[in-house]
């Protein structure tokens, strides 16, 4: 059974950074992909940033990019988000999870129980 347990979130100002991290347990975390997605007040969970197992391949949804970064350490068993130039529309919670299959980064079935992200103006 897989475990995520994200850690890093926090209040910040506009304009700030914060470093999301989520930590794996429970499967071959190398092999594979891991993805983080976003649910903001009153809205449905969206797709943030996803990377491959060998960090070969990064995504990012088009609000974030150049902004937010993905990032693994395979030895750690940890996936990262940094996140800077912060918005306030960046407030949300964040939850990482691990990818369904070894060959795709477009289905996840396991999931981390979130960590708040909120972003003053």
């Known amino acids: 059974q897989v475990h995520l347990v994200e850690s890093g979130g926090g209040v910040v100002q506009a304009g700030g950074s914060l470093r999301l991290s989520c930590t794996a347990s429970g499967r071959s975390f190398s092999t594979y992909g891991m993805g983080w997605f976003r649910q903001a007040p009153g809205k449905g969970r969206v797709f943030v940033a996803v990377i491959s197992g060998s960090s070969a391949i990064t995504r990012y949804t088009d609000s974030v990019k150049d902004r937010f970064t993905i990032s693994r350490d395979n030895a750690k068993n940890t996936v990262y988000l940094q996140m800077n130039s912060l918005k306030p529309e960046d407030t949300a919670i964040y939850y990482c999870?691990?990818?369904?299959?070894?060959?795709?980064?477009?289905?996840?079935?396991?999931w981390g129980q979130g960590t708040q992200v909120t972003v003053s103006s």
């Open positions: 999870a691990m990818a369904t299959t070894t060959t795709g980064l477009n289905s996840f079935d396991s």
